[in-house]
């Protein structure tokens, strides 16, 4: 999620990124073809006096040297011409400046003449600096005003998707207050909020009929096990039967119980995601967890020990505490040897709970999966520690799980810092 950035960000970057490529490219491109007009004017005005000179002679004036602006002398032999930079001491200036030279060698009216031009160079650094200066200031005007303009342009044409985002994330199954959906003027942003309020309305109407016929299934099915229940408690107690009529009915008891049991879970898994507990108290769990050892204790079913060096509260449904607690430790005492301690270690924020073990799971990664039984000779539901983990995400409680030395440990954190 950190290397996520908002939209308007990421587009702002790009058009920052770009208008600075382009501004860069644009003031260097100015400079140097500023730099090449300048040039390309100062050889101009050599050739143009150069030209004025030359038809002088020709028309027979007398044409005076300037030095060292301008020079002419009569050669012996012509040479090729040539044009190049030099550097004169200015007396005004008194200072070397630098010139342009040109000189030319011509053959007028029978005489051979040396004409030498020079022109002082323009301190074109200055020149160019203040040009490139001024095109920064109006480009960075013009970008910064662009920048701001767009900016809020394209706030404005996203406002409906950002608006409509904020209303998917506070949309709950569990509320039946309509989502209120901005329309817009862009197509795309229509379209997507019509099929927004398609699937959302669509989702809410599948949740409420699962939601209805999963309560529907779990009330329904407990009034027919009370009844055979009962039936069966009136066949042991009105007739007399044999052993292996006993057995047949104290087995069908007991898929009466498990059955009961699975409806029961289910139920609270269905209201778990419902929403449905919505009472939050600071419930003292280390006295819970005392009740359960002591219960525990007195059913015989396996020896427990108990160390609390400080007193555990959670912010939580009391019903789901007593939940979470009693599954951990039901959970610990059916795989457990019964000829070995169950540990159990609480503080003031962490519970944790060890048994023996004699191997470690095949596959840990699926042990709080709804009906995820290591093995099929395990008579379980298969759901008590998958409702374990659904209270601790309700909670944002953290349950985890390792082997170690021969024990099953379970830890839960009940820090959500």
């Not at 002419?72 to 010139?99: A, C, G, H, N």
């Not at 007739?239 to 699975?262: A, G, M, P, R, Y």
């Not at 525990?296 to 009391?318: G, V």
């Amino acid at each position: 999620m950190s290397n996520k950035v908002r939209l308007i960000k990421k587009t702002s970057r790009t058009f920052l990124l770009t208008g600075l490529v382009l501004a860069v490219l644009s003031t260097v491109a100015l400079y140097f073809y500023t730099k090449y007009q300048l040039e390309n004017e100062l050889e101009e005005v050599l050739y143009s006096t150069e030209a004025r000179v030359e038809n002088a002679l020709k028309s027979g004036k007398t044409v005076g040297s300037l030095p060292p602006i301008l020079e002419v002398s009569e050669v012996k032999i012509l040479k090729d011409r040539i044009l190049k930079d030099t550097v004169i001491y200015d007396p005004s200036q008194e200072e070397m400046e630098l010139f342009r030279e040109y000189s030319n060698y011509r053959k007028i009216n029978g005489k051979n003449y040396q004409i030498t031009i020079r022109e002082m160079v323009v301190e074109s650094e200055d020149f160019l600096l203040a040009i490139v200066l001024s095109n920064v200031i109006i480009f960075g005007l013009a970008f910064v005003f662009l920048f701001y303009f767009n900016t809020s342009r394209n706030l404005q044409l996203w406002h409906p998707f950002f608006k409509n985002l904020e209303q998917m994330k506070r949309f709950s199954l569990s509320s039946k207050a309509p989502l209120e959906l901005v329309e817009s003027d862009v197509l795309e942003f229509s379209e997507l909020k019509n099929e927004i309020t398609t699937l959302t309305n669509k989702v809410r109407a599948d949740y409420e009929n699962l939601k209805q016929f999963t309560e529907d299934v779990s009330h329904e099915m407990q009034t027919p096990l009370a009844i055979i229940q009962a039936k069966l408690d009136n066949i042991i107690n009105s007739q007399e039967i044999n052993e292996v009529q006993f057995e047949q009915i104290t087995s069908i008891q007991k898929d009466i119980q498990k059955l009961k049991q699975l409806n029961k879970r289910i139920t609270i898994l269905t209201k778990i995601d419902n929403n449905q507990f919505v009472t939050v108290e600071n419930v003292n769990l280390t006295e819970i967890i005392n009740n359960k050892v002591e219960s525990f204790k007195e059913l015989k079913m396996s020896k427990m020990f108990h160390a609390s060096n400080e007193m555990l509260n959670a912010s939580m449904d009391p019903y789901l505490a007593e939940i979470l607690i009693n599954n951990l430790i039901s959970n610990a005492i059916k795989y457990n040897n019964s000829e070995e301690v169950i540990t159990i270690v609480s503080d003031k924020s962490s519970f944790v709970i060890s048994n023996f073990g004699e191997k470690a799971l095949e596959h840990p990664s699926k042990l709080f999966h709804r009906f995820y039984r290591e093995s099929n000779e395990t008579k379980s539901t298969g759901l008590g520690l998958a409702i374990v983990k659904k209270i601790c995400d309700l909670y944002q409680f953290k349950v985890s799980y390792k082997f170690d030395k021969m024990h099953h440990i379970f830890s839960v954190n009940f820090s959500t810092k």
